[in-house]
C-alpha cells in the first residue's frame, strides 16, 4: 500500500526497504505534478519518488494522483539538498528527474541554485550505478552553467537521449507554459561515471 500525504514520519531507508528490488525514479522538486503522475502511472512496476518543500503542491499531487489510480507513489515534503545531500542513502535512485528548477534569474541570487557544483557531487553519490540524471530548463544561461558544473565534476558522462524516450512526452506544468508561448525546454540525460 503506498502512504501518499500522512502524518506517518519516516526514514528514507524504510520507504526504500518497503519497495526492495523495484526501481525508483526521483522528481525532485515535483511542482503539481503532470510530469511526477505520468511518470508514475506509465511505470506501475517502479517506485516513484515526488519531492517538493510546498505542501499546497504535494496535494494537488495527491489528489491527481488518486484521480488516475496511481499506487506506486510516495510524496515527500523535504527540500531538495536535504533530502539529496543529508536523507538519501548512497545508491538510492535509478533515475533522477530535475525538471524546470528556480533559475535564480537575477545575479545576486545564483547562489540559490539548486544545480552548484557541491549538489552535483551529492547526485553522484545518490545515483545507482548505470542510473540517470535527467535535468531541463528553459533558462539558457542556468543550462550552460549546469552543464559546465556537471563537466568540470568529472563524475558524468551525457547519455544518449534514447534514455529519456520513455519520459518524452511527460511535461511538468512549466514546460506546458514554456512551451505554449514559444520558448524551448532542452533536457540532458546523463550517466554517472564508473
Known amino acids: 500500500m503506498i502512504h501518499i500525504l500522512n502524518t ?13 528490488g523495484r526501481r525508483v525514479e526521483l522528481d525532485l522538486g515535483c511542482g503539481s505534478g503532470g510530469f511526477t503522475v505520468a511518470l508514475a502511472k506509465s511505470k506501475p512496476e517502479a517506485l516513484v519518488l515526488g519531492a517538493d518543500v510546498m505542501l499546497g503542491r504535494l496535494r ?3 489528489k491527481l494522483a488518486r484521480r488516475n489510480g496511481v499506487e ?6 523535504v527540500e531538495a539538498r536535504h533530502l539529496i545531500s543529508l536523507i538519501s542513502a548512497d545508491g538510492s535512485y535509478d533515475r533522477i528527474h530535475i525538471l524546470c528548477p528556480d533559475p ?9 541554485r539548486l544545480m552548484a557544483a557541491d549538489f552535483t557531487a551529492q547526485l553522484f553519490r545518490v545515483l545507482k550505478p ?20 556537471l563537466e568540470e565534476s568529472g563524475l558524468f558522462e551525457y547519455a544518449p ?6 519520459v518524452r512526452d ?5 514546460e506546458r507554459d514554456w512551451l505554449a508561448i514559444g520558448r524551448t525546454v532542452p533536457h540532458v540525460a546523463l550517466f554517472p561515471r564508473k
Open 130 to 149: 548505470g542510473g540517470v540524471l535527467h535535468f531541463a530548463t528553459d533558462d539558457p544561461e542556468y543550462m550552460a552553467s549546469t552543464r559546465r558544473n
Open 72 to 77: 506506486n507513489l510516495e510524496l515527500l515534503r
Open 170 to 174: 511527460f511535461k511538468t506544468d512549466f
Open 104 to 112: 535564480w534569474p537575477k545575479h545576486k541570487h545564483k547562489g540559490n
Open 60 to 62: 494537488k499531487v495527491e
Open 8 to 20: 506517518r514520519y519516516c526514514l528514507m531507508d524504510d520507504v526504500l526497504s518497503m519497495e526492495s
Open 161 to 166: 537521449q534514447s534514455v529519456l524516450d520513455d
